[in-house]
């Protein structure tokens, strides 16, 4: 169900739909395909520190 999870490109919302709800902006999942199940709690919010990262 993690995986269902995307996040608005404009808005930062997070959606379970293709487009953002609240500013109709790309939705897209915030994590690679090789995501590893097992550790995913670590590795996603060394993920989200990226993205936050690759925004400025
Ligand atoms: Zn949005």
Do not use: W
């Not at 609240?22 to 097992?38: I, L, N, Q, T």
């Not at 993920?47 to 936050?52: E, F, G, P």
């Amino acid at each position: 169900m993690v995986q269902l999870l995307r996040k608005c490109r404009n808005c930062d919302l997070y959606t379970m739909q293709d487009t953002c709800p609240k500013c109709g902006g790309d939705a897209v999942s915030p994590h690679p395909a090789k995501f590893s199940m097992d550790d995913k709690y670590r590795k996603y919010k060394i993920l989200m520190k990226r993205l936050a990262e690759n925004k400025e």
